[in-house]
């Protein structure tokens, strides 16, 4: 009974490239590629959480991450080839027309293919990265091999391909520190002890806590303005995301508006003045 199934298993199913297919391959295979896939999540899966835990760089886990799986992908591709008795020499002329119509048809994604390995590689931009390009700014979330996902401030993710971060003028706060210099400018009436505006604005400034002491902060007289005398305060905090800045701004608007309220300052208003040539006559009219 035993021999009847192996020889029912070692029957020809049919022939390619003068190599026999029997039914026994043909049922292998499937059963061969799930266990072989599961076995290679397994060991990605392994190797990524030890890499994670001893601390490495979440750009180069993402790399080999990608590169084991590329690696297991044509492994399992040429044992299942080995399995059914086709040499891998049979698809020589088929992968060839294929390369050549891959590649008039898929240029932008063999860029982006490209420019994926080239971020990954010399890490021009990583994740947790914050970026600003074409006017919209967010933090890297993840690098891909395609594109880029980025969770813009207003919660929104977007999906950039990676031809675009190379080609095109990428700001990146974070690329060497997380120092961001940002600023308050307050206009004050003309009349207003300039000194002492300065000094309540300087003082505000370095109360703030994330205001860093080194680079130190300052305020500056900035111009006479039509309305008002223009003061603004630089400061450097150290922040991954803009709303850093915001807040920090925002609290300091608040605290300078009280200081000057206390001082008696006062902060200054869009006015105009109008001249009227000649003389103005006003005539009242009585009803009845």
């Known amino acids: 009974m035993f021999e009847r199934v192996i020889s029912f298993l070692e029957t020809t199913l049919f022939t390619f490239n003068e190599q026999p297919i029997t039914l026994w391959a043909i049922l292998m295979v499937p059963t061969w590629v799930i266990v072989a896939l599961w076995l290679s999540k397994i060991l990605i899966k392994t190797v990524t959480s030890r890499m994670s835990s001893s601390g490495k760089d979440p750009n180069v886990i993402h790399l080999v991450k990608r590169i084991l799986f590329v690696i297991a992908l044509a492994i399992i591709f040429m044992t299942t080839l080995s399995m059914i008795n086709v040499p891998i020499t049979a698809f020589a002329f088929l992968s060839g027309a294929i390369a050549i119509g891959f590649g008039f048809g898929a240029q932008n994604i063999i860029n982006n293919f490209i420019s994926g390995w080239i971020l990954i590689g010399e890490k021009p931009i990583r994740i947790g990265d914050f970026l600003e390009v074409e006017g919209a700014k967010g933090t890297v979330e993840q690098i891909n091999t395609r594109s880029t996902r980025i969770r813009r401030t207003d919660g929104v993710h977007m ?31 003309y ?5 002492q505006v300065a000094a309540l604005m300087a003082e505000v400034t370095s109360q703030q806590a994330q205001v860093l002491s080194s680079p130190a902060p300052d305020v500056f007289f900035q111009d006479f303005g039509d309305n008002a005398l223009i003061f603004e305060s630089y400061f450097w905090i150290n922040s991954t995301v803009e709303g850093g800045i915001r807040s920090v701004a925002s609290a300091m608007r608040f605290e300078i508006y009280e200081a000057f309220e206390k001082h008696g300052i006062e902060i200054a208003f869009p006015q105009r003045d109008v001249h009227i040539d000649g003389q103005i006559k006003l005539s009242r009219e009585r009803n009845g």
């Open 159 to 189: 999906l950039i391909p990676n031809s675009q971060l190379i080609e095109n003028v990428v700001i990146n706060w974070t690329l060497c520190d997380r120092l961001v210099r940002g600023s308050v400018v307050v206009g004050v009436a």
């Open 191 to 195: 009349g207003s002890d300039v000194k």
